[in-house]
């Protein structure tokens, strides 16, 4: 097993470029597979009797794609904590403690930490 990644500042502001690509696709993604497919959604209610959805083909495309870019951040160690919001959290050691740094969809800069417990609304800036 790998050690757990932990950010500096400076590595985690590196990955904001590619966030601000990658996460607006994701949340449009999320919210395609969330609202437009309500065939799935009736599907995925009978799917105990057996039922079918004709837009299965596609909104198994869609979810490819939101896994593959779910798949490819966490990767790089980075915590998605939602699509909604736009949040990732970067694990990171903050004098001696393990700390998330928090970024927040549109942010250019990472500007704010907090506890691992503490969530959005513990956000402490830098």
């Keep these: 097993m790998s050690a757990k990644k932990h950010f500096t500042l400076e590595e985690a502001n590196a990955l904001i470029p590619q966030l601000l690509v990658d996460i ?6 999320y919210f395609s597979l969330s609202n437009e497919f309500p065939d799935v959604k009736k599907a995925w209610k009978n799917v105990k009797y057996n039922g079918g959805s004709q837009q299965g083909a596609g909104y198994l495309n869609l979810a490819l794609q939101l896994n593959q870019i779910v798949n490819d951040l ?13 949040l990732v959290d970067f ?11 928090c970024w927040k969809l549109p942010e250019t800069e990472i500007k704010y930490w907090h506890d691992l417990d503490a969530g959005f ?3 402490q800036h830098i």
């Design 24 to 29: 607006p696709k994701a949340k449009k993604l």
């Design 74 to 86: 966490e990767s790089l160690g980075c915590v998605l904590k939602g699509f909604d919001k736009g």
């Design 91 to 101: 694990p990171a050691k903050r004098e001696g403690k393990e700390v998330y740094l």
């Design 121 to 123: 609304a513990g956000r």
